[in-house]
Protein backbone atom coordinates (compact mmCIF):
# COMPACT_ATOMS: atom_id res chain seq x y z
CA UNK A 1 0.00 0.00 0.00
CA UNK A 2 2.43 2.90 -1.18
CA UNK A 3 -0.12 5.88 -0.29
CA UNK A 4 -1.39 6.91 3.38
CA UNK A 5 -4.51 8.62 1.65
CA UNK A 6 -7.21 7.21 -0.50
CA UNK A 7 -7.90 10.98 -1.26
CA UNK A 8 -3.72 11.63 -1.88
CA UNK A 9 -4.06 8.69 -4.46
CA UNK A 10 -6.77 10.09 -6.32
CA UNK A 11 -5.05 13.48 -6.00
CA UNK A 12 -1.95 11.94 -7.67
CA UNK A 13 -3.96 10.34 -10.56
CA UNK A 14 -5.03 13.09 -11.07
CA UNK A 15 -1.53 15.28 -10.94
CA UNK A 16 -0.23 12.72 -13.68
CA UNK A 17 -2.88 13.75 -16.01
CA UNK A 18 -2.67 17.45 -15.15
CA UNK A 19 1.13 16.50 -17.05
CA UNK A 20 -0.28 16.02 -19.59
CA UNK A 21 -2.83 18.97 -19.76
CA UNK A 22 -0.62 22.20 -18.29
CA UNK A 23 0.76 24.52 -20.76
CA UNK A 24 1.13 22.01 -23.73
CA UNK A 25 2.89 24.28 -26.64
CA UNK A 26 5.26 25.52 -23.63
CA UNK A 27 5.87 21.63 -23.01
CA UNK A 28 6.74 21.14 -26.38
CA UNK A 29 9.06 24.31 -26.94
CA UNK A 30 10.86 23.91 -23.61
CA UNK A 31 12.97 21.43 -22.41
CA UNK A 32 12.88 23.25 -18.89
CA UNK A 33 9.92 22.93 -17.13
CA UNK A 34 10.90 24.01 -13.93
CA UNK A 35 12.37 27.28 -14.94
CA UNK A 36 9.44 27.77 -16.65
CA UNK A 37 6.98 27.07 -13.54
CA UNK A 38 9.33 29.38 -11.89
CA UNK A 39 8.37 32.12 -13.82
CA UNK A 40 5.28 31.63 -13.51
CA UNK A 41 5.14 31.52 -10.16
CA UNK A 42 6.77 34.62 -9.85
CA UNK A 43 4.19 36.19 -11.83
CA UNK A 44 1.66 34.59 -9.31
CA UNK A 45 3.52 36.10 -6.19
CA UNK A 46 3.83 39.35 -7.87
CA UNK A 47 0.22 39.32 -8.57
CA UNK A 48 -0.49 38.93 -4.43
CA UNK A 49 1.88 41.23 -3.78
CA UNK A 50 -0.95 43.64 -5.36
CA UNK A 51 -3.65 42.82 -2.75
CA UNK A 52 -4.70 42.71 0.23
CA UNK A 53 -4.12 39.26 1.89
CA UNK A 54 -5.94 37.89 5.08
CA UNK A 55 -4.67 35.37 7.54
CA UNK A 56 -5.52 31.52 6.38
CA UNK A 57 -7.63 29.49 8.85
CA UNK A 58 -5.92 25.93 9.26
CA UNK A 59 -7.86 23.06 10.67
CA UNK A 60 -7.38 19.80 11.57
CA UNK A 61 -9.55 16.99 12.69
CA UNK A 62 -8.26 13.71 13.87
CA UNK A 63 -10.08 10.69 15.07
CA UNK A 64 -9.38 7.59 16.77
CA UNK A 65 -11.43 4.86 14.82
CA UNK A 66 -12.94 2.26 16.93
CA UNK A 67 -11.27 -1.21 17.73
CA UNK A 68 -8.43 -0.35 15.85
CA UNK A 69 -6.89 2.94 17.11
CA UNK A 70 -6.02 3.77 13.88
CA UNK A 71 -5.80 8.07 13.77
CA UNK A 72 -8.11 9.38 10.82
CA UNK A 73 -7.06 12.94 10.30
CA UNK A 74 -9.01 15.47 8.13
CA UNK A 75 -7.58 18.96 7.09
CA UNK A 76 -8.39 21.23 4.21
CA UNK A 77 -11.19 23.85 4.41
CA UNK A 78 -13.75 21.71 4.32
CA UNK A 79 -11.65 18.86 5.65
CA UNK A 80 -11.55 17.06 2.29
CA UNK A 81 -8.24 16.08 2.89
CA UNK A 82 -7.72 12.58 4.34
CA UNK A 83 -4.05 11.39 6.58
CA UNK A 84 -3.85 8.05 7.93
CA UNK A 85 -1.69 7.62 11.36
CA UNK A 86 -1.02 4.06 12.41
CA UNK A 87 1.62 2.58 14.09
CA UNK A 88 3.51 -0.81 13.42
CA UNK A 89 2.68 -4.40 14.25
CA UNK A 90 5.14 -4.01 17.56
CA UNK A 91 3.34 -0.99 18.07
CA UNK A 92 0.10 -2.52 18.59
CA UNK A 93 -0.91 -1.44 15.06
CA UNK A 94 -1.32 -2.62 11.92
CA UNK A 95 1.27 -0.23 9.73
CA UNK A 96 -1.36 0.92 7.49
CA UNK A 97 0.20 4.09 7.46
CA UNK A 98 3.37 6.02 8.96
CA UNK A 99 3.28 7.24 12.64
CA UNK A 100 3.35 10.99 13.57
CA UNK A 101 7.23 10.85 13.62
CA UNK A 102 7.29 9.68 10.60
CA UNK A 103 5.08 12.00 8.86
CA UNK A 104 6.73 15.15 10.80
CA UNK A 105 9.96 14.46 9.18
CA UNK A 106 7.90 14.32 6.03
CA UNK A 107 6.54 17.48 6.57
CA UNK A 108 9.27 19.15 6.94
CA UNK A 109 10.71 17.86 3.57
CA UNK A 110 7.77 19.20 1.44
CA UNK A 111 7.92 22.44 3.25
CA UNK A 112 11.66 22.94 2.75
CA UNK A 113 11.07 21.81 -1.18
CA UNK A 114 8.42 24.67 -1.21
CA UNK A 115 10.28 27.40 0.01
CA UNK A 116 13.13 26.67 -2.33
CA UNK A 117 10.60 27.20 -4.68
CA UNK A 118 8.61 29.50 -3.72
CA UNK A 119 12.41 31.58 -2.97
CA UNK A 120 13.82 30.59 -5.94
CA UNK A 121 10.88 32.31 -8.07
CA UNK A 122 11.12 35.28 -5.77
CA UNK A 123 14.92 36.11 -6.40
CA UNK A 124 15.11 34.82 -10.29
CA UNK A 125 16.97 32.13 -9.20
CA UNK A 126 16.79 29.36 -12.27
CA UNK A 127 16.43 25.94 -11.36
CA UNK A 128 16.15 22.57 -13.51
CA UNK A 129 16.18 20.46 -10.74
CA UNK A 130 15.30 19.97 -6.69
CA UNK A 131 15.16 17.22 -4.39
CA UNK A 132 15.53 17.55 -0.10
CA UNK A 133 16.39 14.34 1.71
CA UNK A 134 15.23 15.09 5.63
CA UNK A 135 16.81 13.36 8.53
CA UNK A 136 15.81 13.40 12.20
CA UNK A 137 17.75 11.91 14.81
CA UNK A 138 15.12 11.18 17.90
CA UNK A 139 16.17 12.60 21.23
CA UNK A 140 15.09 11.69 24.94
CA UNK A 141 14.20 15.20 26.45
CA UNK A 142 13.62 13.97 30.11
CA UNK A 143 12.58 10.78 31.82
CA UNK A 144 8.90 10.14 30.30
CA UNK A 145 9.44 12.53 27.04
CA UNK A 146 11.46 12.00 23.43
CA UNK A 147 11.02 13.55 20.12
CA UNK A 148 12.31 14.08 16.90
CA UNK A 149 15.56 16.35 16.84
CA UNK A 150 18.61 16.86 14.96
CA UNK A 151 16.92 18.17 12.37
CA UNK A 152 18.85 18.60 9.23
CA UNK A 153 18.18 17.96 5.46
CA UNK A 154 20.49 18.09 2.39
CA UNK A 155 18.89 20.19 -0.88
CA UNK A 156 19.93 18.28 -4.31
CA UNK A 157 19.62 21.20 -6.76
CA UNK A 158 20.49 20.92 -10.64
CA UNK A 159 21.09 24.88 -11.68
CA UNK A 160 23.28 27.11 -13.44
CA UNK A 161 23.57 29.50 -10.04
CA UNK A 162 26.32 29.94 -8.82
CA UNK A 163 27.35 28.41 -5.50
CA UNK A 164 26.89 32.27 -3.87
CA UNK A 165 23.55 32.30 -4.95
CA UNK A 166 22.59 28.99 -4.09
CA UNK A 167 23.29 29.88 -0.48
CA UNK A 168 21.63 33.02 -0.48
CA UNK A 169 18.85 30.79 -1.47
CA UNK A 170 18.88 28.75 1.62
CA UNK A 171 19.77 31.72 3.88
CA UNK A 172 15.86 33.07 2.73
CA UNK A 173 14.50 29.42 3.19
CA UNK A 174 15.42 29.67 6.57
CA UNK A 175 14.19 33.16 7.18
CA UNK A 176 11.09 32.93 5.50
CA UNK A 177 9.50 29.44 6.17
CA UNK A 178 6.89 29.04 8.47
CA UNK A 179 7.04 25.48 9.03
CA UNK A 180 11.17 26.07 10.02
CA UNK A 181 9.88 28.76 12.68
CA UNK A 182 7.14 26.59 13.89
CA UNK A 183 9.86 23.86 14.77
CA UNK A 184 12.79 26.03 15.62
CA UNK A 185 10.63 28.30 17.54
CA UNK A 186 9.13 27.93 20.99
CA UNK A 187 5.46 28.48 19.97
CA UNK A 188 2.16 28.44 22.60
CA UNK A 189 0.04 26.05 22.12
CA UNK A 190 -3.38 25.94 24.35
CA UNK A 191 -3.58 23.54 26.98
CA UNK A 192 -5.82 20.49 25.62
CA UNK A 193 -10.07 21.61 26.43
CA UNK A 194 -11.62 18.59 27.22
CA UNK A 195 -15.42 18.13 26.08
CA UNK A 196 -16.71 15.15 28.52
CA UNK A 197 -19.67 12.89 28.03
CA UNK A 198 -19.82 9.91 30.81
CA UNK A 199 -20.73 6.71 29.10
CA UNK A 200 -22.12 3.49 31.12
CA UNK A 201 -19.70 1.16 33.25
CA UNK A 202 -21.79 -1.73 31.11
CA UNK A 203 -22.07 -1.88 27.57
CA UNK A 204 -25.11 -3.12 25.93
CA UNK A 205 -24.99 -6.57 24.68
CA UNK A 206 -24.14 -7.42 21.56
CA UNK A 207 -22.32 -4.05 20.75
CA UNK A 208 -19.34 -3.99 17.98
CA UNK A 209 -16.26 -3.61 20.15
CA UNK A 210 -14.92 -0.26 19.90
CA UNK A 211 -12.09 1.99 21.08
CA UNK A 212 -12.90 0.39 24.65
CA UNK A 213 -11.68 -3.00 23.30
CA UNK A 214 -8.61 -1.65 22.15
CA UNK A 215 -7.91 -0.13 25.60
CA UNK A 216 -9.42 -3.41 27.76
CA UNK A 217 -7.12 -5.86 25.56
CA UNK A 218 -3.60 -4.22 25.63
CA UNK A 219 -3.40 -3.38 22.44
CA UNK A 220 -1.53 -0.62 23.06
CA UNK A 221 2.36 -2.27 24.89
CA UNK A 222 2.70 0.32 27.97
CA UNK A 223 5.33 0.61 30.42
CA UNK A 224 4.68 3.06 32.95
CA UNK A 225 3.30 5.27 30.14
CA UNK A 226 5.47 4.91 27.51
CA UNK A 227 5.82 2.33 24.36
CA UNK A 228 7.74 -0.83 25.98
CA UNK A 229 11.15 -1.91 23.87
CA UNK A 230 11.13 -5.40 21.88
CA UNK A 231 14.47 -5.44 22.90
CA UNK A 232 15.61 -7.39 25.99
CA UNK A 233 16.05 -5.25 29.28
CA UNK A 234 19.49 -3.73 29.74
CA UNK A 235 20.47 -4.02 25.90
CA UNK A 236 20.54 -0.51 24.34
CA UNK A 237 19.43 0.51 21.35
CA UNK A 238 20.98 3.02 19.02
CA UNK A 239 18.76 6.29 17.83
CA UNK A 240 16.36 5.51 15.33
CA UNK A 241 16.82 7.84 12.02
CA UNK A 242 13.73 9.11 10.48
CA UNK A 243 14.33 9.89 6.84
CA UNK A 244 12.04 11.23 4.28
CA UNK A 245 12.46 12.50 0.52
CA UNK A 246 10.86 14.92 -1.02
CA UNK A 247 11.08 15.54 -5.16
CA UNK A 248 9.43 18.70 -6.80
CA UNK A 249 7.36 17.72 -9.81
CA UNK A 250 8.65 20.47 -12.76
CA UNK A 251 5.89 21.23 -14.87
CA UNK A 252 3.36 21.96 -11.94
CA UNK A 253 5.38 22.27 -8.69
CA UNK A 254 3.72 19.02 -6.97
CA UNK A 255 6.13 17.90 -4.15
CA UNK A 256 5.80 14.11 -3.45
CA UNK A 257 7.62 12.49 -0.64
CA UNK A 258 8.65 9.14 0.24
CA UNK A 259 8.88 8.38 3.88
CA UNK A 260 11.54 5.97 5.70
CA UNK A 261 14.30 3.90 4.00
CA UNK A 262 12.19 2.10 2.09
CA UNK A 263 9.67 4.62 0.87
CA UNK A 264 6.62 2.32 1.63
CA UNK A 265 4.61 5.43 2.47
CA UNK A 266 4.39 8.52 0.65
CA UNK A 267 2.60 12.11 0.39
CA UNK A 268 1.24 14.47 -1.68
CA UNK A 269 1.38 18.43 -1.35
CA UNK A 270 0.01 21.14 -3.56
CA UNK A 271 1.01 24.81 -3.61
CA UNK A 272 -1.83 27.41 -1.98
CA UNK A 273 -4.20 28.30 -4.99
CA UNK A 274 -3.35 31.88 -4.81
CA UNK A 275 0.61 30.34 -5.54
CA UNK A 276 -0.80 28.22 -8.69
CA UNK A 277 -1.84 25.20 -6.50
CA UNK A 278 -4.87 23.53 -8.37
CA UNK A 279 -6.27 21.67 -5.06
CA UNK A 280 -5.09 18.19 -5.86
CA UNK A 281 -3.63 18.18 -2.50
CA UNK A 282 -3.05 19.74 1.25
CA UNK A 283 -0.86 22.27 1.39
CA UNK A 284 2.10 21.26 4.03
CA UNK A 285 0.88 23.90 6.12
CA UNK A 286 -2.10 22.37 7.01
CA UNK A 287 -1.01 18.97 6.54
CA UNK A 288 1.46 19.75 9.27
CA UNK A 289 -0.67 21.16 12.07
CA UNK A 290 -2.81 18.12 10.96
CA UNK A 291 0.14 15.71 12.02
CA UNK A 292 0.82 17.29 15.29
CA UNK A 293 -2.67 16.61 16.24
CA UNK A 294 -2.56 12.92 15.24
CA UNK A 295 0.49 12.46 17.69
CA UNK A 296 -1.77 13.89 20.74
CA UNK A 297 -4.53 11.24 20.01
CA UNK A 298 -2.23 8.70 19.73
CA UNK A 299 -0.79 9.03 23.34
CA UNK A 300 -4.45 9.50 24.74
CA UNK A 301 -4.19 6.16 23.55
CA UNK A 302 -1.03 4.63 25.65
CA UNK A 303 -1.71 6.85 28.63
CA UNK A 304 -5.28 5.46 28.55
CA UNK A 305 -3.83 2.02 28.56
CA UNK A 306 -1.41 2.79 31.14
CA UNK A 307 -3.90 4.26 33.26
CA UNK A 308 -6.80 2.04 32.98
CA UNK A 309 -9.06 4.96 31.97
CA UNK A 310 -11.45 3.71 29.03
CA UNK A 311 -12.29 5.37 26.35
CA UNK A 312 -15.37 5.51 24.15
CA UNK A 313 -14.70 8.19 21.30
CA UNK A 314 -11.84 10.09 21.38
CA UNK A 315 -11.40 12.97 18.92
CA UNK A 316 -9.10 15.90 18.79
CA UNK A 317 -9.43 19.33 16.64
CA UNK A 318 -6.38 22.16 16.43
CA UNK A 319 -6.94 25.17 15.12
CA UNK A 320 -4.23 28.09 13.95
CA UNK A 321 -4.32 31.52 11.68
CA UNK A 322 -1.45 31.28 9.21
CA UNK A 323 -0.38 34.73 8.96
CA UNK A 324 -0.42 36.24 5.10
CA UNK A 325 2.59 34.72 3.27
CA UNK A 326 2.08 37.80 -0.04
CA UNK A 327 0.34 41.04 0.33
CA UNK A 328 0.24 44.86 0.37
CA UNK A 329 -0.39 44.23 4.21
CA UNK A 330 2.30 41.50 5.16
CA UNK A 331 4.34 42.82 7.06
CA UNK A 332 6.61 39.89 7.93
CA UNK A 333 7.48 36.14 6.96
CA UNK A 334 4.14 33.77 7.15
CA UNK A 335 4.09 32.75 10.89
CA UNK A 336 1.52 30.33 12.69
CA UNK A 337 -0.13 31.70 15.26
CA UNK A 338 -1.59 30.65 18.42
CA UNK A 339 -2.28 26.46 18.29
CA UNK A 340 -5.94 25.28 19.87
CA UNK A 341 -6.50 22.04 21.02
CA UNK A 342 -9.91 20.89 21.57
CA UNK A 343 -10.63 17.09 23.01
CA UNK A 344 -13.53 15.05 22.94
CA UNK A 345 -14.05 12.35 25.13
CA UNK A 346 -16.55 9.93 25.94
CA UNK A 347 -15.40 7.48 28.88
CA UNK A 348 -17.18 5.37 31.39
CA UNK A 349 -14.98 7.50 33.47
CA UNK A 350 -14.73 10.10 36.19
CA UNK A 351 -13.67 13.92 34.80
CA UNK A 352 -11.25 13.94 37.66
CA UNK A 353 -9.93 10.37 35.71
CA UNK A 354 -10.29 12.61 32.12
CA UNK A 355 -8.21 15.44 33.55
CA UNK A 356 -5.46 13.56 34.98
CA UNK A 357 -5.54 11.99 31.38
CA UNK A 358 -5.18 14.93 29.73
CA UNK A 359 -2.32 16.23 32.11
CA UNK A 360 -0.56 13.46 31.33
CA UNK A 361 -0.63 13.63 27.61
CA UNK A 362 0.62 17.31 28.09
CA UNK A 363 3.58 16.40 29.67
CA UNK A 364 4.35 12.97 27.74
CA UNK A 365 3.70 14.07 24.16
CA UNK A 366 6.09 14.24 21.44
CA UNK A 367 4.55 16.76 19.02
CA UNK A 368 2.73 18.54 21.16
CA UNK A 369 6.17 19.78 22.92
CA UNK A 370 8.34 19.92 20.23
CA UNK A 371 5.89 22.89 18.92
CA UNK A 372 6.47 24.64 22.46
CA UNK A 373 10.21 24.01 22.64
CA UNK A 374 13.10 24.95 20.46
CA UNK A 375 15.79 22.83 18.26
CA UNK A 376 18.28 23.49 15.41
CA UNK A 377 17.91 22.42 11.86
CA UNK A 378 20.59 22.63 9.38
CA UNK A 379 20.89 22.24 5.55
CA UNK A 380 23.24 22.07 3.64
CA UNK A 381 23.27 22.15 -0.71
CA UNK A 382 24.49 19.49 -2.93
CA UNK A 383 25.23 21.43 -6.58
CA UNK A 384 23.96 18.66 -8.23
CA UNK A 385 21.74 15.67 -9.05
CA UNK A 386 19.92 13.60 -6.46
CA UNK A 387 21.24 9.91 -6.46
CA UNK A 388 19.73 7.23 -4.57
CA UNK A 389 22.34 5.71 -3.01
CA UNK A 390 24.35 8.54 -2.08
CA UNK A 391 21.47 10.88 0.48
CA UNK A 392 24.52 13.44 1.81
Known sequence: ????????????????????????????????????????????????????????????????????????????????????????????????????????????????????????????????????????????KNANLSYPNNLSYVAYIQSPASDAELQALKAAVHANSSVIDL??????????????????????????????EFILEDQVPVTKGTLTSSKPRGEAQAPRTLVAHTRVEPHTGLRQTWLGDDGYFSALHDSAPGLLGRGLAPTVEENLLGVVTTCPTHIFEIQAAARGVLLDKLELTADAELSPRFGRNAKSPARYGYITYQVDIASPNSRADIDALAKAVEDTCPLYNLVKDSQKLEGRIVHGPYVADAKG
Open 1 to 140: MPTVSSKLLIGAVLALSSLLSVSPARSAESDQPLRDYLKDKAQAISALQQQDAAPTRLHAHVIAEGRSGVRRLRVGDKEQFQWLSDSPRQGAGFNLAPGSWESLVAMLSSAVADEYIVQAAVRGVPLDALDIVFTSIPER
Open 183 to 212: VTQPHPVSPLTIHYQQTPAQRAPNTQPGLR
